[in-house]
C-alpha cells in the first residue's frame, strides 16, 4: 500500500510538472533583445528631425556611444505617419552580458547629432517569468537630464523626444 501511495504521489508530480512545461510557446522575451524606439521632433516647429529627405539630420549624422565611448548597437529605420516620412532610432543594446540582472542598473548614452552632442540616461531593473523569459520590470529615461518617465514590464519600449 506503501508503494503504490508513493507511486501515485509521483505520477501526480510528473504530470502536474509536463503540464506545466507544455504552456510555453516560441521563443522567450530576453533582456538581450529589448529595443528603445526613439523619435526627435523639433521643439520650435514640431516637424521630425530625422527624416530622408529635407531633414535637420540626416542618418549620416548619427552615431551612439556608451558612457566609455564605444559604439552602441543601433539601427535607423523609416516610418510616416499621415503624408510624412521621418526616421526612429532603434537601439537594441540597453541590456549587456556582464549587467546586474537582480538590482537597479543605471547607464548612459551619448547620442551625436553632426556637431551636437546629448545624453541619454537610463535606468533597468530586470525581472524573470516562467519558460526563461525576461523583461524589464522598469525602464526610467531621461534625455539632456529632462524626465521622460517610466514604462513598465516590456521588453519594447518607444519614446518621442522634443529636441
Known sequence: MKIFKTLLILIVIIVAYSNC????????????????????????????????????????????TT???????????????????????GITSLFIK???DRNEVCKKMFI??????????????VQYAKCSSSSFEYLKLKYNGKDLGMKNNNTFFEYQINK
Not at 28 to 47: A, H, K, M, R, W
Open 21 to 64: 512545461s507544455k504552456k510555453c510557446y516560441g521563443d522567450p522575451l530576453n533582456v538581450f533583445t529589448t529595443y528603445l524606439e526613439l523619435e526627435f521632433i523639433d521643439i520650435s516647429t514640431g516637424d521630425y528631425l530625422i527624416k530622408p529627405i529635407n531633414g535637420k539630420y540626416n542618418i549620416e549624422d548619427i552615431s551612439i
Open 67 to 89: 558612457e566609455d565611448n564605444k559604439p552602441a548597437l543601433f539601427e535607423v529605420k523609416v516610418s510616416s505617419s499621415g503624408n510624412k516620412q521621418f526616421n526612429q532610432i
Open 98 to 100: 556582464g549587467d546586474d
Open 112 to 125: 551625436n547629432f553632426k556637431n551636437d552632442r546629448d545624453t541619454l540616461e537610463y535606468c533597468f531593473k
